[in-house]
């Protein structure tokens, strides 16, 4: 028979911590009876505690416990029962909490998720001076409202209930019952709340002189309801959500690997610009010369940028290799650039008056292009795609920048497509790769006097 435990707090740290008179102290002592009543096992009860005075409490308790952001504990709470449903989690929050993180509040009760939050309700923002609160009634005096608070007190039970909160109570630190409350509220089968209204001896009763009377009196002129607030038991979502991934549960999928299977010619970090439009498939081309780059032994990145519309606007993809690891990710000067739409055009045009004689421009021909010191190639990729597949253009004109740099094999591009399409895309792009290669023929013309490259003009037929 496991040993009975009288209690959860622990007083190795000393008494808590609290201003004399505060309801924070009588708010834990009640947790702690309901948990002695309850004898959770301490290894699988969590309290969260929230920023605020409130966030003082997890470390009094022998359970685990979890302190973050300002407003947010209750997220914290969803994300550790829907990993661990075996857990028993508590969520500990202030008034200020509930007001910072109010759409959290909103989250687990409409999806029903099986914690516990209490809200220790003392009107202000205790620990930072006394400022109002969603909370703080009306005509309330704080040091934010000094003429008397005109914004009507949030209905913290309220608000979860029309979200969706099949359990709430709303109660105070006096009653008598609230441990018993609580612990209802924790056996409960999904998300359960507690609206404790308690007393701030440090601010908000000097300011308003309240007394424990008074604190049924607010609820009355606010018509908020005492007690059991709501009692509607639905499905939790933790349960649904596991339910339904076991019965609609997949095979796990091995993840893919790459195998260095050629050699490559890259001696330094090379950055390769791709501009096109959307629905080119830029991104998953670009992709492909990435994962090619991969079976070379090259280290990749990609990076890509496109706007909000779909199948309209521009598409650029910015794929750096290099035989060492990549520390720096941005391509300050392009060493290849790919230029295959309007569209890629003009969301780069600052950029390719820009590109250096050092620099190689793969661009179709159709293009009117400003000036640039860069190496340019026009090739007719628009001409080449169609005989094709309208949408291979960039397989075309990566094919025609692999075979002029020789920066890796026309095999390892291969070998990428191969491997990561499915076979009638990939059937479609072996040809593109083909094609594309069949552009590049050797020839350059130099103006050495002028020290600038004229253009090329490849197979153009």
Known sequence: MSTVIDTYLTNEIGPLPFCPGCGHDPLLKALDKALVKLQPDPAKTVIVSDIGCIGLSDRYFNTHGFH???????????GMKLARPELTVIVLMG????????????????????????????????????????S??????????????????MDICGTAIAAGAGWAYRGTTFDKDLPDHIAEAITQPGFSMLDIWEMCTAYYVLHNKLKKKDLMDIMDRNNF???????????????QYRATHVDTATPE?????????????????????????????????????????????????????????????HSVSEIIVSPE?????????????????????????????????????YV??????????????RL????????????????????????????????????????????????????????????????QEVDSSRRTVHNKIFNQS
Request: proline share 4%; with cysteine.
């Open 325 to 361: 690891r990549i520390n720096y990710t941005a391509i300050d000067t392009a060493d290849y650039f790919v230029l295959v739409s309007e569209d890629g055009l003009k969301n780069t045009k600052s950029r390719i008056e820009k590109l250096p004689s050092t620099c190689t421009l």
């Open 364 to 377: 179709e021909k159709s293009l009117k292009l400003p000036h640039t010191e860069a190496e340019i190639i």
């Open 225 to 239: 309801k005492y007690g059991l607030v709501a009692n509607n038991p639905r499905q939790e979502y933790g349960a």
């Open 253 to 313: 999928r091995k993840p893919r690997t790459i195998e260095i299977k050629f050699g490559n010619n890259v001696t330094r970090q090379t950055g390769i610009v791709i501009a096109g439009s959307a629905g080119q498939k830029v991104r998953s081309a670009s992709g492909l010369l990435a994962q090619s780059s991969m079976c070379a032994g090259l280290s990749v990145t990609q990076k890509v940028d496109y706007p909000n519309t779909v199948m309209t606007g």
């Open 136 to 153: 703080t009634p009306l005509s309330g005096i704080t040091p934010t409202t000094p003429m008397g608070n005109l914004e009507g007190a």
């Open 68 to 78: 973050g952001l300002h407003g947010r504990s209750i997220t914290y709470a969803c």
């Open 380 to 443: 007719p990729l628009i001409a080449t795609a169609k005989k094709i597949n309208r949408l291979s253009i960039c397989i075309v004109a990566l094919a025609a920048l692999v075979k002029d740099s020789g920066i890796i094999s026309l095999n390892a591009l291969a070998e990428a497509i191969t491997a990561f399409q499915k076979p009638a895309a990939a059937e479609i792009s072996l040809r593109a790769l083909e094609a594309g290669s069949a552009l590049i023929q050797t020839g």
């Open 95 to 134: 008034d200020g909490g509930c007001g910072i993180g109010g759409t959290h509040l909103l989250n687990v009760a409409r999806r029903n998720i099986d914690i516990t939050l209490l809200v220790a309700n003392n009107f202000n923002y205790g620990m930072t001076g006394g400022q109002h609160s969603v």
